[in-house]
């Protein structure tokens, strides 16, 4: 059983974003998802010093929209649920259901702490754009939190794990990511944890993070009631692939219950370790970890010995990812979408392309369909996967609005088609 994972926030390095902006499609997703979370993305994610991308604001929906934009090149993610790339490429980005049937493939998504949103949305639980949405207002209200009281956090890494336990809670601390692999970190007041490190743990060493904030930790409460606010208005169903949970490692079941707990976690601490023990538990063969990735890998090399491992750093490592995915048959579920609908990324006109292809007929991936016009501006629809066109769901010179079906498209030898999903 194959893991797809999506790292924490820390896990950013600069310019880690640019080559993968060499893909069909991933600029302009990540364009359409800028506005959605009020942060130039690409920027950050090329240009952006390591203190501007350690900005909580900035960097939790820098590693959602990197772990979605990755998943899509490799066909994995929101293909599972019909849906497609989003935004300005005119591709389709939430649940359709009646392109999905029922059922659950055979992967396992997980995420840490932030990387939650991208997991949720790779099993299908949400729409890539309300991923976004959510990390918008969760890295906001969490630097807004974080900048209430100073605090912030310290990993200590070996001693024993119950001395570590009782010496954070002595010094009145909260043990907000307790990551197995003789890893946990503690989070509190700057007064705390300098005292902390006065008197650290028998046998531990103790590095202190470059982050705002205590996370994960009563601190950021009032972060959890904006997020919670906020995730009252999103759409979710039930994941099709076991989908994880940071609270106790448990796979979540239903959407509306991946949604509670996603809000409760922001002020509750990260348990990977139960994660990574669950991983174990269901048979977890092989682990793939989203860029920017390493974090992870490196703790499962620790807990999960004799698995297959692969950090997805760069696009180098593509061919390696997809030979695992093969390798491991996250597709070969009978539940696969049996046709996709493409859906209009803004509100406007609906232009179609000079000689439209009618039903029938099979169009490449990053064939332009057609285009929407607003206000003196325009966004291009086009298929991100060869397909064949079965209707058109609107003409030429038809007004549409954000996220209306435009055309409905058979993938070529779906379920798994190239990349670009």
């Given at each position: 059983?194959?893991?797809?994972?999506?790292?924490?926030?820390?896990?950013?390095?600069?310019?880690?974003?640019?080559?993968?902006?060499?893909?069909?499609?991933?600029?302009?997703?990540?364009?359409?998802?800028?506005?959605?979370?009020?942060?130039?993305?690409?920027?950050?994610?090329?240009?952006?010093?390591?203190?501007?991308?350690?900005?909580?604001?900035?960097?939790?929906?820098?590693?959602?929209?990197?772990?979605?934009?990755?998943?899509?090149?490799?066909?994995?993610?929101?293909?599972?649920?019909?849906?497609?790339?989003?935004?300005?490429?005119?591709?389709?980005?939430?649940?359709?259901?009646?392109?999905?049937?029922?059922?659950?493939?055979?992967?396992?998504?997980?995420?840490?702490?932030?990387?939650?949103?991208?997991?949720?949305?790779?099993?299908?639980?949400?729409?890539?754009?309300?991923?976004?949405?959510?990390?918008?207002?969760?890295?906001?209200?969490?630097?807004?939190?974080?900048?209430?009281?100073?605090?912030?956090?310290?990993?200590?890494?070996?001693?024993?794990?119950?001395?570590?336990?009782?010496?954070?809670?002595?010094?009145?601390?909260?043990?907000?990511?307790?990551?197995?692999?003789?890893?946990?970190?503690?989070?509190?007041?700057?007064?705390?944890?300098?005292?902390?490190?006065?008197?650290?743990?028998?046998?531990?060493?103790?590095?202190?993070?470059?982050?705002?904030?205590?996370?994960?930790?009563?601190?950021?409460?009032?972060?959890?009631?904006?997020?919670?606010?906020?995730?009252?208005?999103?759409?979710?169903?039930?994941?099709?692939?076991?989908?994880?949970?940071?609270r106790d490692g448990a796979p979540v079941r239903t959407g509306a219950d991946w949604l509670e707990r996603i809000c409760g976690q922001v002020s509750a601490p990260v348990r990977w370790d139960s994660c990574m023990a669950t991983m174990s538990s269901l048979g977890a063969t092989a682990f793939?970890?989203?860029?920017?990735?390493?974090?992870?890998?490196?703790?499962?090399?620790?807990?999960?010995?004799?698995?297959?491992?692969?950090?997805?750093?760069?696009?180098?490592?593509?061919?390696?990812?997809?030979?695992?995915?093969?390798?491991?048959?996250?597709?070969?579920?009978?539940?696969?979408?049996?046709?996709?609908?493409?859906?209009?990324?803004?509100?406007?006109?609906?232009?179609?392309?000079?000689?439209?292809?009618?039903?029938?007929?099979?169009?490449?991936?990053?064939?332009?369909?057609?285009?929407?016009?607003?206000?003196?501006?325009?966004?291009?629809?086009?298929?991100?996967?060869?397909?064949?066109?079965?209707?058109?769901?609107?003409?030429?010179?038809?007004?549409?609005?954000?996220?209306?079906?435009?055309?409905?498209?058979?993938?070529?030898?779906?379920?798994?088609?190239?990349?670009?999903?």
């Open positions: 059983m194959l893991v797809i994972a999506a790292p924490g926030q820390g896990a950013q390095t600069p310019g880690f974003l640019a080559p993968w902006l060499e893909f069909p499609g991933v600029a302009d997703r990540l364009g359409a998802w800028s506005d959605l979370v009020g942060c130039d993305l690409i920027k950050a994610g090329t240009v952006g010093t390591a203190d501007e991308i350690r900005d909580t604001a900035v960097a939790q929906p820098l590693l959602v929209a990197a772990a979605l934009a990755a998943a899509g090149v490799l066909g994995i993610g929101p293909s599972l649920t019909g849906e497609e790339a989003d935004g300005r490429s005119g591709r389709a980005d939430g649940p359709q259901e009646p392109g999905h049937r029922d059922g659950h493939h055979s992967g396992i998504a997980a995420g840490h702490s932030v990387g939650e949103l991208a997991a949720g949305a790779i099993a299908g639980v949400l729409a890539s754009r309300d991923a976004l949405r959510l990390v918008g207002v969760r890295g906001r209200a969490m630097a807004a939190a974080a900048a209430a009281e100073q605090t912030s956090m310290t990993a200590v890494l070996g001693g024993d794990e119950a001395a570590v336990l009782r010496s954070m809670d002595a010094h009145g601390l909260t043990p907000a990511n307790i990551n197995g692999g003789g890893q946990i970190v503690a989070a509190g007041t700057a007064e705390q944890l300098a005292a902390f490190a006065a008197d650290p743990p028998a046998g531990a060493r103790l590095m202190p993070l470059q982050v705002a904030g205590a996370f994960h930790t009563a601190h950021m409460a009032p972060a959890a009631e904006a997020l919670s606010a906020e995730a009252a208005t999103v759409t979710v169903q039930n994941p099709v692939l076991t989908v994880l949970s940071n793939l970890e989203l860029p920017p990735a390493g974090t992870l890998v490196g703790l499962a090399r620790r807990a999960l010995p004799g698995i297959q491992l692969l950090a997805v750093k760069t696009p180098g490592d593509l061919d390696a990812a997809r030979a695992m995915l093969a390798e491991h048959d996250l597709h070969s579920d009978s539940h696969a979408p049996e046709w996709r609908l493409l859906v209009a990324p803004l509100g406007g006109t609906f232009r179609s392309a000079a000689a439209p292809e009618g039903p029938g007929v099979s169009v490449v991936s990053g064939a332009e369909l057609g285009r929407v016009e607003m206000r003196g501006d325009s966004h291009l629809v086009t298929a991100g996967f060869p397909a064949t066109i079965i209707e058109w769901l609107v003409e030429d010179g038809d007004p549409v609005s954000p996220g209306q079906p435009i055309v409905r498209l058979d993938p070529a030898n779906h379920p798994a088609t190239s990349e670009g999903h």
